[in-house]
């Protein structure tokens, strides 16, 4: 076998610049992340999911007619039609709900005639169209895995209200639904991170939107990446109290385990979304008189920090956060997805307009060059 020289090759693309993005910026070195110029610390307090979803496909935050007209179309486009509901009726219950979301977004793009439509306003109008529907789909496969009926959407409401309702078949307190808000703003983009690179990789080909997101979500399934925030809420689950998470933590790290939540690719000094999360969480502690939930956060928090130096990602206080709204455990990656589809389809058309071909070198490390033997000649195991 050849070896690989250790001077060319980037593993995992680890520190590699892959390309250019208007769309955010992360600085290591701060922690701190900016949507389109604007710190997400400062979104996530005064705007809406729309809002922000508006700054990071059109570039700027929207005006209030701008606003309005954007919000009427959303609301008025969440509705699946019925060969949707008839494919995801067919799904078998047992199905991951992002094989679900997958299965979805694969199914809209057969039925949307402008699929291969390049132009800037077509894909604009495919990206709105997903923001629009996916939470219907969530909250459609959420209600099915309890056994419950879909609700219909309620064009009264706004984004994340209405999510509640088409779960729940009710609004909770506005704090709650704050929360979630939150969480879906400090979710829905982060440059180059994995599932969104899948969709650049899918996009640069020239393929259409719908393949692109398909894409990212199979990459987002992932537990190193979104799937992360389900594997939290197992752990803290399967941890049980406070008193045990050190021990719980120290077995974990001396089986070679990762700690779900925790560690990054690129913050090694901290999590910029974190801090916010955190509130968020506490905030709906509070409101669910979950303090003994909060404890428990607390002391794996610490007993990690204690063990590795390793800080919190944000799908660390997302998962718990997540379980304190309702939602059940399945349910947390597709939410992630939900509020990642606007960062993937921003970058989406990103690269459609950059119209340039991804496709990085290898270095081969396989066998030597040989001739092909007859098979008389093979060798068998
Ligand atoms: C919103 C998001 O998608 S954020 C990411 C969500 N994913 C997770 O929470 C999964 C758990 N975390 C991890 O697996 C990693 O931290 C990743 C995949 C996120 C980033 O990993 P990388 O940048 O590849 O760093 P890498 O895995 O090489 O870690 C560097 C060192 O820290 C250790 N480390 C990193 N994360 C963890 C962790 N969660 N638990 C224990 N050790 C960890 C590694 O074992 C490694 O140690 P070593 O140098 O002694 O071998
Ligand atoms: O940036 C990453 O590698 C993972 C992450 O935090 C995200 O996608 O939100």
Known sequence: MAKASETSVHKGLAGVVAGTTEISMIDEATSSLTYR????????????????????????LPTESQLEAFGSRERATRTLNRGTLEVLRRIPESTHPMDVLRTAISHLGSDDPAEDDPSLPAQHAMAEAMMARLPTVVAADHRRRHGLETINPDPELGLAANFFHMCFGEVPEPEVVRAFEVSLILYAEHSFNASTFAGRVVASTRSDIYSSVTACIGALKG???????EQVMFMLEEI??????????????????????F????????????????AALERMADIRGAGELMDLVRAVEE???????????L???????????GFDIPAFTPLFAMAR???????????KEEDALIRPLSEYVGRERRPVPVPAQREGD
Request: aromatic share 10%.
């Open 37 to 60: 110029g604007y710190p997400v610390q400062e979104l996530a307090t005064s705007c809406s999911f729309e809002e922000v979803a508006y700054l990071l496909w059109y570039g700027d």
């Open 223 to 229: 537990s190193l990446h979104g799937g992360a925030n």
């Open 240 to 261: 049980g109290t406070a008193d045990r998470a050190a021990e719980w933590v120290q077995r974990a790290l001396d089986d070679g385990l990762k700690i779900m939540g």
């Open 263 to 278: 560690g990054h690719r690129v913050y090694k000094h901290g999590d910029s979304r974190v801090p916010t999360m955190m």
């Open 303 to 313: 007993a990690v920090m204690e063990r590795t130096g390793i800080y919190p990602n």
């Open 315 to 325: 799908d660390y206080p997302s998962g718990p956060a997540y379980r304190l709204m």
């Open 341 to 351: 589809m606007i960062g993937w389809t921003a970058h989406i058309v990103e690269q």
